[in-house]
């Protein structure tokens, strides 16, 4: 059975880079939301007629923690009703109808092999939930390989919360990499040369891809040609 819609509340708003923020969303009729790492929400916002194009769905760039409430960040997009709507008419307060949690994009069972979590833009969102998820349950787990791509340093999400897990979370690697900027402390270029280098040898690994259809395309591409079966692969696209 899906899952029923339901009113939910905004309860607080931070812009997080130019064109980003974070949304924290509390679902009062429940008393606690519980969810996997890496599922999504689905807003129906007032921007159609028609049921189907009022839909927009987010991954939930929160962690479970017993409360009602979840995170997510959005990007607004040129030209998107759903992203100017959020960004134009939502404040802290504002009423949103959503339908939740959503998705089989999850961990996979057994944690044994290393993970690469491949993402560009918002797509870090559902491995921020992941990643804190397996370091709050202190959960056993392989390598774990988190390569995120933006355009420049002001792009980063999450980067100081990124860089002191990877100081404190055994076996956690924080590859961020800047595609239109040189700064010192930083690869350059795109997300692919990083994953290549890192699974050269073929170590056991899933691969999990979120963000933008051309990047992944692509990493599925490399990702096969480096030999691994496709069945490695797990993907969630941002149309």
């Given amino acids: 059975m899906p899952e029923p819609w339901r009113k939910s509340t905004v309860v607080r708003i931070e812009q997080e880079t130019p064109n980003t923020r974070r949304f924290w969303i509390q679902i009062p009729e429940l008393e606690r939301f519980d969810f996997k790492p890496g599922q999504f929400v689905t807003l129906d916002l007032p921007i159609h007629e028609q049921k189907n194009k009022r839909w927009r769905s987010y991954s939930i760039a929160s962690w479970p923690n017993g409360t009602n409430v979840v995170e997510l960040v959005i990007v607004l997009l040129d030209g ?15 009423e949103l109808i959503l339908r939740g949690p959503q998705g089989v994009f999850t961990l996979p069972d057994p944690l044994e092999k290393d993970l690469f979590l491949i993402c560009t833009g918002t797509g870090i969102a559902p491995f921020r939930s992941m ?3 397996l370091e709050l349950h202190k959960l056993p787990h392989g390598n774990i390989h988190l390569i995120f791509g933006c355009r420049t340093q002001q792009d980063l999400l999450y980067y ?24 010192e402390g930083f690869s350059r270029g795109y997300v692919h040369a990083i ?12 691969f999990y891809l979120c963000g933008w259809r051309q990047m992944i395309d692509e990493a599925r591409t490399r990702i096969t040609t480096l030999g691994y079966d496709r069945k490695s692969i797990h993907l969630e696209l941002y149309d």
């Fill in 131 to 133: 990643v804190n998820y």
């Fill in 195 to 206: 994953y290549e280098a890192l699974a050269a040898e073929r170590p056991e690994a899933h």
């Fill in 160 to 183: 100081p919360e990124f860089a002191e897990l990877q100081k404190s979370m055994e076996g956690f690697r924080y590859h961020p990499t800047l595609s239109r900027e040189d700064k």
């Fill in 80 to 94: 998107g009703l759903g992203t100017t709507y959020l960004f134009n008419e939502v404040r802290e307060g504002s």
